[in-house]
């Protein structure tokens, strides 16, 4: 009698546990954090001054603008739109560092209220 090499192969996979088959769960958007930045998003452009100083750039493009504030650690772009008819607000921020790279929006914000003496 020949040896059959794939008796003991099969013998183990029998034992194996099939694939359970797990319903996904739908995908829910997850917003982009906002902690530590309660104080600048949906704020006007009067706000921000009064919190960080002048801005050391101040574009307008139709009715939406940008303010940018800089320190010695990163650079913050707020973007402003406005609702409807009423004063444009902040709706975006973008933060790096002073070379480029990425740096957390609160922590720049962080950095830009605890300057002095402007930048």
Not at 35 to 51: D, F, K, S
Not at 61 to 83: M, N, W
């Amino acid at each position: 009698m020949k040896p059959y090499p794939l008796i003991p192969a099969l013998l183990l996979s029998a034992c194996a546990a099939a694939p359970s088959r797990q319903a996904s769960a739908p995908r829910i958007p997850v917003p982009l954090p906002v902690a530590g930045l309660e104080g600048v998003m949906g704020q006007n452009a009067a706000a921000l001054v009064r919190q960080f100083g002048t801005p050391d750039a101040d574009v307008r493009e139709g009715t939406a603008r940008k303010l940018q504030f800089a320190s010695a650690i990163c650079v913050l772009d707020a973007y402003l739109y406005p609702a409807g008819n009423g004063e444009p607000k902040v709706t975006w921020l973008d933060a790096r560092e002073r070379d480029g790279s990425q740096i957390d929006r609160a922590s720049c914000v962080a950095a830009l209220t605890r300057r002095t003496g402007g930048k």
